[in-house]
């Protein structure tokens, strides 16, 4: 069974940082494209990263978080990151982790974590 | 980049159609055969439903289909049933190694 599991979120002040993380099981890990998804409190879901499996292929930003926000993972051990520097009070969300489909990875994607919660605020 | 534009809402009765469209720019849903589209019931991670604009994912029933033209996009949900009920999202590829969702349609079974 595909799981992926978000950990990682929390309280943070503006400016702060935080690391989320993804533990993915059930499926080659290494074989898949993945993304971060967010969704603030009662709004609409918005694409900010992907990866491709190897981490050959350029990886893609969301304008909104261009060079405050890294994306990579560790295949060894299975987790897709999220590094967020620099965070601002709009930066607030739920963050998913999603697995891209086998055949057009970069574009769509078939499951979906549970969501973290990220909250910046003073 | 500005969101894709959806309905805000749309309703229909049990059994009937509807349609929800998306409406983006050449620079993205005209641009590309890559739009998908997301249902999402409340507190829950979204699901996949369509995705390559026209592709169902297995398990998706074939009462939800997809098409393309020009610039917009749309999912079409017939036999409407109540757990159909639920907020459908689009996303489609913008360049440039990103991607736009819609704003989100909620659709209301009456």
């Known amino acids: 069974e595909v799981q992926l599991v978000e950990s990682g979120g929390g309280l943070v002040q503006p400016g702060g940082s935080l690391r989320l993380s993804c533990a993915a099981s059930?499926?080659?890990?290494?074989?898949?494209?993945m993304h971060w998804v967010r969704q603030a409190p009662g709004k609409g879901l918005v694409w900010v990263s992907r990866?491709?499996?190897?981490?050959?292929?350029?990886?893609g930003y969301a304008d909104f978080v261009k060079g405050r926000f890294t994306i990579s993972r560790n295949n060894a051990k299975n987790t897709l990151y999220l590094q967020m520097n620099s965070l601002r009070v709009e930066d607030t969300a739920v963050y998913y982790c999603?697995?891209?489909?086998?055949?057009?990875?970069?574009?769509?994607?078939?499951?979906w974590g549970q969501g973290i919660l990220v909250t910046v605020s003073s | 980049q500005s969101a894709l534009t959806q309905p805000r809402s749309v309703s229909g009765s049990p059994g009937q159609s509807v349609t929800i469209s998306c409406t983006g720019t050449?620079?993205?849903?005209?641009?590309?055969?890559?739009v998908s589209w997301y249902q999402q019931h409340p507190g829950k991670a979204p699901k996949l439903m369509i995705y390559?604009?026209?592709k169902r994912p297995s398990g998706v029933p074939d009462r939800f289909s997809g098409s393309k033209s020009g610039n917009t996009a749309s999912l079409t949900i017939s036999g409407l049933q109540a757990e159909d009920e639920a907020d459908y999202y689009c996303?489609?590829?913008?360049?440039?190694?990103?991607?736009?969702f819609g704003g989100g349609t909620k659709l209301t079974v009456l």
């Open positions: 999603a697995r891209g489909i086998d055949s057009s990875g970069h574009v769509s994607f078939d499951y």
């Open positions: 059930g499926f080659t890990f290494s074989r898949y494209w």
């Open positions: 990866l491709n499996g190897d981490g050959s292929s350029t990886i």
């Open positions: 050449s620079s993205d849903v005209g641009g590309y055969n890559y």
């Open positions: 390559d604009v026209t």
């Open positions: 996303c489609s590829y913008a360049g440039y190694y990103t991607l736009l």
